[in-house]
């Protein structure tokens, strides 16, 4: 179904637990076989879908989040409406202006789960994170480093003498570490603005990351045994050999959370909810074993190296799956595939590098 310039969907969050909104205020090359439409975020969020009353006092969404300063989350994406958006409105576009940024999808909400994360932080540090300099310098172990740096890794984490020495980076967001320690765990523990950690250690086994403001963790996770998630991570990238006795422990049992797994699907215990799996470079991968393993799963990724894969009608069982990509697959037959009436949640289907028989009978 393709929307109208002025429309407004409102669509049901499983991160917010509520209804947020969009309206489409641009179709662009509407005669192609591939129209794109301007989404932009609204400012509202309610426990059931939007009357009249709240369409017409709908206002458009300002986003002022880490290094954004009060714009709109306005972007191109497709304009076929996905399911689960119910038309509420048309009213005059509420902002008129050309679109330059392009999405994947519509993905309503995010920037509104952002906005409610930003506002929950303490008023000073955000104050703070914002008055940073590209002009001013701070010294850590001995190093000079930008007021303003987001990124450090084990070149500065090893000069220095305390933990507390990086709050002089008052913008830091990223941590790339081998080297581990109890020491800063804690630290990010206690740091809101930290978003990704790439994460090595020989020394601490038991992970905790719950009251982290991570969206990002990419694990080398050598003999770790116990894992817990924060609440917003998004995505959890396992690296490397996993204990079989490692524990993931999440609030959502992985709901809103993307794994990635590397050659292999690893063994573990947890995430039992899991919403979103990606396979990278695989030799093979039994969709049987991923049905049984993530019943409930709406996103799925596989890429081959090239990859075989077996069991492929197992796909069907995902009945929640609502988009689908592979690359490099093959293995398997168009008879095997599922139908569309076998997967009604699909709205997002992207296969290149596939068997031509396959190709053809899909397409």
């Not at 422990?249 to 699907?265: E, F, K, S």
Request: net charge negative; hydrophobic share 40%; charged share 15%.
């Amino acid at each position: 179904m393709l929307p109208n310039v002025g429309d407004i969907y409102s669509v049901f969050s499983s991160e917010l637990q509520q209804y947020v909104a969009c309206q489409v205020t641009r179709i662009k090359d509407a005669s192609s076989s591939r129209p794109v439409a301007a989404v932009l975020e609204l400012d509202w969020t309610g426990d059931a879908l939007p009357d009249a009353a709240a369409v017409q006092s709908m206002r458009p969404l300002l986003c002022d989040y880490f290094f954004w300063n009060n714009r709109h989350h306005h972007c191109y994406a497709t304009a076929n409406v996905p399911p689960g958006h119910t038309l509420v409105g048309n009213i005059a576009p509420l902002v008129d202006v050309e679109v330059n940024s392009y999405r994947s999808g519509w993905n309503v909400g995010d920037s509104v789960l952002r906005q409610r994360n930003w506002e929950r932080i303490d008023p000073l540090r955000r104050q703070q994170f914002k008055a940073a300099s590209d002009e001013r310098e701070v010294t850590l172990g001995g190093q000079v480093l930008r007021q303003d740096a987001t990124k450090i890794d084990d070149t500065v984490l090893q000069t220095l003498g305390d933990m507390s020495e990086l709050e002089q980076l008052p913008c830091l967001m990223a941590i790339e570490t081998s080297n581990g320690t109890q020491a800063l765990m804690e630290f990010i523990q206690g740091n809101p603005f930290i978003n990704e950690l790439h994460w090595q250690s020989s020394t601490v086994h038991a992970l905790d990351f719950s009251g982290s403001g991570l969206s990002r963790l990419i694990l080398q996770p050598d003999g770790v045994t116990s894992l817990v998630l924060n609440e917003g991570l998004s995505l959890l990238a396992l690296r490397g050999v996993l204990s079989p006795a490692l524990r993931v422990a999440d609030g959502a049992d992985g709901r809103h959370l993307t794994l990635q797994c590397t050659h292999t699907l690893p063994p573990f215990h947890g995430l039992e909810q899991l919403g979103g799996l990606s396979l990278v470079s695989m030799k093979d991968v039994d969709l049987a074993q991923v049905a049984q393993r993530f019943p409930h799963l709406t996103a799925l990724r596989i890429w081959g190296k090239p990859g075989l894969a077996s069991h492929m009608a197992s796909l069907a069982q995902l009945t929640a799956l609502r988009m689908f990509t592979a690359y490099d697959l093959f293995g398997y037959t168009a008879e095997e595939f599922p139908s569309a009436t076998q997967l009604p949640q699909l709205s997002a289907l992207w296969l290149t590098s596939l068997p031509a028989d396959v190709a053809k009978a899909i397409k």
